[in-house]
């Protein structure tokens, strides 16, 4: 294997992502380590067997494949340019097809049921439509009552794949070393409505 697909192997900090053969990551590849990204995002997004999850703006197709094995969940594939008959073809060979459904579309015209997703997932696509005003209230009603919405997307920073455009050097997601942005959107956005939950009093907390 030569030493840049290597590199992409890091099972210390990514132990799901590095199962998968790097050859085929940059086969799909649209951007930087697409599956990195995703399990970054996994312990916020709390994923449950059986649940259903959009992956929005899914590209080629990983990150579909990853959630339907990793988190067994059934997952709809959707993404605004990749034709649904290569997409289809990359989660059969992945072995996928029965827990994957393919939708090309959107995101600004999601043609989806109210409260249909347990969870929305969008890696490296965000950037592509999340500055229209009517994009997070067409989520939200996709995504049921204290569903989870999770974005990813690369730091304008670095990464092990070529850098980004020189007018991107400042954008406030700037980061450290591993040239991914953390995940800025990963939360619940029904939380404002719940309830709040007493805090147990913590040390830092006493202080003032
Ligand atoms: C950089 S690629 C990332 C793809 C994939 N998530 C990955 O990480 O490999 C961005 C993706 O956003 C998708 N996209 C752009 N605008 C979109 C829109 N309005 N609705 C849905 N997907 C969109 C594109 O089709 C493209 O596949």
Redo the contacts with the bound molecule.
Sequence with gaps: MSPRLESLNRPERYPLASTYDPAWVVS?????H?LW??EDLLPDLALEPGQKVL?????????SVFLARECDVDVVA?????GEDELRANLDAMGVADRVTVMR????DLPFDDDEFDAIV????F???GT?VHLLPGLLRVLKPFGRLGDHH?SPARGPLPGPPSRMRHSPLRLGSSGLARSRLVGDPLAAQRPRRQRPRTHASRRG
Excluded: H, I, N
């Design positions: 799909l590849d649209m951007g930087p697409p990204q995703l992956d929005l703006g899914c590209g080629k197709g990983a990150t959707f993404d605004l340019w990749t579309g959107s995101a600004r969008s890696v490296d696509a950037e592509y439509f229209d690369t």
